[in-house]
């Protein structure tokens, strides 16, 4: 993938037309002080949208709403965002309050309520405090240069906000593709929840836009951990304002590849920040699976490998107990020929055409201590799926956090 | 099920027929104390076996040989196990080491080498020292009490051996069940392998061993965590001495139902012992399914509840979080109505008919300092699909003992 013009400081109201802000209500209660846990994003005049949600059976209920306004196809113009509180499973008075959010999001910035898109992110099963909600509504600002504050407002356990922006050009014309996200790693004591928001100004079709965002998800957020495709209130945004002016761009735009290239740029820089920001996390953990009969098959083994608490555990003690890739790799459902895989961790080959190495394992050890920690491996099929995949090692103080903590 | 008469201190060898032993030879090394790491379990002439083997696409030398031998039909009269190495991925090497066992083995029980089962648990990718493994099958010594031993040189990170027995009369005759297992906690710093070995004096047909060995086992070891169904080696035996004598026990003998809930009452008392004995745990976690639209989708649910480290982290910090039971049974792929789904936690009742209850989660949170914690799910289909899985908590102590690990 080619170089990109990162913005810096980039995040959703990088590209034109989009405002944002966000406040403290007090729906997030978490630690001593208090953190904004109210965002609202707005863009003018409805424009479509193109939105994917958790697989889960068990949904919040702004994934019902936001579900049926996607499939409405008549776009929505803003953004209400929650964090502290998923509603989820809580009832039809949980329905009636969703509707109400976005009622109070709509009559603040010019819109209908089935124009407004509602994120809910946090405890399960707990009605939501409405006369919060409704206070923080009223109260938010928005700005130009908001993004910065609605990227803080969606956090929940995240220590700190994931946002950027870069410039891309097409047919001669500057656009912007912009985003945030919130993190899932692989336990957080109140939700598991994983929010992706990306913006641009590039006007674009509807049809290009939902096929750009399945398969921009797929090779990114899609690849983060395994917890985080499975939570009751997942969901990826991509919307465009066409602030930028300029030709639509659809399938048989001569540049419509550059731009999706420039989305998924932004989709993986958030992704990565995801999995690096996992509860009490020392080390990125990327896999790369090869050699698979398939790219489903490298994508199932790649997401196997990084999601493993037996792969997670033997990267934080820098163990190069390398049979647990195998071991992985070979539960994921992908096909495996264990005569002919091969596996390295950092640059060393461990496992090489079914047979261990004579790599002296304590240089293994030593790669394992990096910030970034690589591990591939080719599952010997003579197949040319491949994949990566994202996610995090698990030390002792991720469980401390969530040991300690009660409700 | 009906009640059972248990055998105090009873175990593979209290059937009739069965000889056992166990010694140390240093293939375990983990801590500073000999651990007894190879095991003997002989039964005379070959007779048929039935035998279920992990779904890993990697599997252990031990698993392709035994697969074999199994399939072939012609029985088997000796199992000799080793712990502390899994001989998986270990090329061509690692197979010839596993006919050499069953060779050292058949020679010295006066059996052919494809008479003879094999197991091999530990520590994945590192070739057997044979020397130590034929030392150790040469000096071990089989006694008519020798289960225990068996039962102890199997184990690897297990805290304490797995083993029990019970009478069963049939047609006016005595016989007995017995059988052991080696556990697998949520995270082995060398394994993750699951071993169940169920003997009886009972005379039993072929196919009908198979059948009850398939059937139990779906009932209880593959109901333990969701890790145990995925390694590389695990597996379960049922071997018949057939020395009790009398009429052979066969799908038209009228009191079959009773010998198989017999062997059913040995495998769950064994599968909740796997589980009570998960690294560092402090609660036995019981989920039970109710309310599925069928029996898989009512397993797929439990299984992933117990499994689950959100559900597993909400029963260590007795966190009355009601919500993530919900977010794993709607993650498991089992049909749920959130609308009409129920949830209690111990005797309490948390989710009425999709609405929260306004239970004093105080109380429910004392309920969950108890060690034996059950959470129950009526997944609101109308189904009558039930089936009740078996888990653990996640204590800091799993992690630290994890963390400190180092090859």
């Given amino acids: 993938m080619a170089e990109f013009d990162w913005i810096d400081d980039g995040g959703v109201t990088s590209p034109a037309g989009f405002r944002a802000g966000g406040v403290y209500t007090g729906i997030k209660r978490y630690g001593d002080e208090p953190r904004l846990d109210l965002g609202l994003l707005a863009w003018g005049s409805p424009t479509r949208v193109a939105g994917v949600f958790t697989t889960n059976a068990v949904v919040g209920e702004s994934v019902l709403w936001n579900r049926a ?31 109400r959010i976005a009622e109070l999001a709509a009559s603040k910035v010019g819109l209908q309520p089935e124009e407004v898109l509602v994120g809910s992110t946090g405890v399960i099963g707990r009605l939501l405090p409405m006369d919060l909600v409704e206070q923080g509504i009223r109260s938010v600002e928005l700005a130009e240069d908001g993004g910065a ?12 906000p994931k946002e950027c922006a870069l410039r891309v050009k097409i047919g001669g014309r500057d656009y912007v593709v912009g985003g945030c996200a919130k993190g899932s790693g692989m336990i957080h004591p109140n939700m598991a929840t994983m929010f992706a928001f990306l913006t641009t100004d590039a006007p674009v079709g509807g049809a290009w836009l939902q096929a750009t965002l399945r398969s921009v998800v797929d090779r990114t957020f899609n690849m983060v951990d395994v917890d985080m495709d499975t939570s009751t209130s997942d969901m990826g945004l991509l919307i465009s304002s066409g602030a930028g002016g300029g030709q639509v761009v659809d399938g048989s735009h001569p540049d419509e590849e550059r731009l999706r290239e420039g989305i998924q740029a932004v989709a993986t820089r958030l992704a990565r920040a995801i999995a690096r920001d996992g509860e009490g996390a020392r080390a990125l953990l990327e896999a790369v699976a090869e050699g698979a009969a398939s790219v489903e098959d490298a994508r ?28 992985a790799a070979g539960r994921s459902g ?33 790669a394992m201590a990096a910030e970034e920690v690589r ?19 698990l030390t002792e103080d991720y469980v401390r956090i969530n040991a300690d903590y009660t409700t």
Same sequence: chains 1, 2.
């Fill in 69 to 99: 306004l996607v499939a409405g196809g008549k776009g929505a113009g803003a953004l209400v965002v929650n964090s502290g509180n998923a509603n989820t499973v809580t009832g039809e008075q949980g329905a009636r309050d969703c509707r």
């Fill in 300 to 327: 199932r083994a790649a997401r196997t490998i990084v999601s493993s608490p037996l792969v997670k555990t033997m990267v934080v003690g820098r163990d190069p107990n390398w049979g647990r890739v195998m071991m």
């Fill in 149 to 160: 504050r609605f990227a803080r407002a969606i956090m929940t356990t995240d220590t700190h």
């Fill in 375 to 393: 591990i591939r491996i080719d599952l010997g099929t003579g197949g040319v799926g491949t994949a990566t995949a994202w996610g995090c090692d």
């Fill in 334 to 366: 992908a096909r495996v020929d264990q005569r002919r895989a091969s596996v390295w961790i950092g640059e060393h080959c461990v496992l090489e055409g079914g047979t261990p190495t004579p790599v002296d394992l304590a240089l293994v050890s030593r």
